[in-house]
């Protein structure tokens, strides 16, 4: 038989989890991608962000790295999109390292997230030909 508070400390990791599961937004962000979707895949990324694909390497704003985004799918049409490897430094932020087939061509897929007002939002993001 359990005892309440035994219940309760259960209860509460089971939330934590939860909570952490919830507040990663890789997956989302990947099927933005994938389906070639700027405005969405825009909706994560943080006001000011470093963008580096075919013909745009520099810092952003939101708006500007959003538009960019969407020329480049509207030229490179997303066949696929796989995430190969994630993980975490020690200061929390979280990376995401893939491939990507657009447009007839192979590119690496990187993006970073870091954690801004309790959410996690893309900071810099690399789409480079292998």
Do not use: W
């Not at 219940?7 to 991608?33: E, K, N, R, V």
């Not at 013909?55 to 049409?77: L, M, T, V």
């Not at 796989?82 to 007839?104: H, Q």
Request: positive net charge; charged residues 20%; proline residues 5%.
């Amino acid at each position: 038989m359990f005892r309440p508070s035994v219940l309760f400390i259960f209860l509460c990791m089971l939330m934590t989890g939860q909570a952490s599961a919830q507040a990663d937004p890789s997956p989302g962000i990947i099927s933005s991608i994938k389906n070639g979707n700027s405005a969405e895949l825009g909706k994560h990324f943080n006001d000011m962000i470093d963008l580096n694909i075919p013909g745009f390497k520099d810092s952003y704003s939101k708006i500007q790295a959003e538009r960019i985004i969407r020329d480049f799918f509207n030229n490179n049409p997303v066949s696929d999109v796989s995430a190969n490897r994630e993980g975490s430094s020690p200061d929390g932020s979280k990376y995401t390292i893939g491939s990507l087939s657009a447009g007839g061509k192979h590119y690496r897929l990187f993006f970073l997230l870091r954690k801004n007002k309790g959410e996690y939002l893309i900071y810099q993001m690399n789409i480079q030909p292998e």
